[in-house]
């Protein structure tokens, strides 16, 4: 397993790799439309999200415009996202709940993000790093998981547990550069069915590459 010093060399060499890559998506939406659009995200491909939150927020931005929507109204929107009628039902119980309980404001905490209706960590972890800005979290999506299990850096099986082991051992300064370094690893080179190894500015630390690397030697 790779240990915190390898971890500090692999992160810097990410960061460098993609240096100018800026966060797109969440540039310019606030606290609550990010926590939307994570929702939206779930069980739905990156450019469908990113299509389907921007078609979204230019017909309901607040939650008081979500709550004055109807579910069918919404549903209309986010049709096209996974489960899209349940996604809509659960954005307009959030939008309520936020206005009623939290006087318009999303929760400012984990704890209280968790209790809304379909927040669980990677929602509520992702709120906090690109809605508040915070390091308080690591948000675990399919590609870090998968990412930081090939590198080795954990050895986990669920996202949960990938987060609760990535927390004890990555430098609290990257806790919110993660999952964007990932993310674009993951879509551009560390892709889920074929990586792109020879092109990956960390294979000398992967163990999923040192494996297949070994594989291959013998097979010759
Ligand atoms: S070497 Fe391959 S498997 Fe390892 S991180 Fe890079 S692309 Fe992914």
């Not at 999200?49 to 929107?77: G, H």
């Amino acid at each position: 397993m790779i240990e915190k010093q390898e971890i500090e060399e692999i992160m810097q060499k990410l960061l460098k790799f993609y240096e100018g890559r800026e966060i797109e998506w969440s540039a310019s939406l606030n606290p609550f439309q990010i926590l939307i659009g994570t929702i939206l995200s779930q069980r739905t491909r990156d450019v469908m999200t990113e299509k389907i939150t921007k078609k979204l927020f230019e017909k309901f931005a607040t939650p008081e415009d979500f709550n004055k929507a109807s579910v069918e109204e919404i549903e209309n929107v986010i049709r096209g996202a996974g489960f899209y009628k349940q996604k809509a039902k659960r954005i307009k119980e959030i939008a309520e709940i936020i206005l009623k309980k939290y006087n318009g404001k999303v929760p400012e905490s984990r704890e209280e993000l968790m209790k809304l209706p379909g927040v669980g960590a990677k929602t509520s972890a992702i709120t906090m790093v690109y809605g508040f800005g915070k390091n308080d979290a690591i948000p675990v999506d399919t590609h870090v998981h998968r990412i930081s299990n090939r590198i080795g850096m954990v050895k986990t099986k669920t996202p949960e547990e990938t987060e609760k082991e990535l927390m004890k051992k990555i430098p609290r300064k990257y806790w919110n550069v993660i999952n964007h370094l990932f993310v674009i690893h993951g879509q551009s080179i560390c892709l889920p069915m074929k990586p792109r190894c020879n092109e990956c500015p960390t294979k000398e630390h992967c163990r999923y590459f040192r494996d297949c690397r070994k594989i291959n030697q013998k097979q010759s």
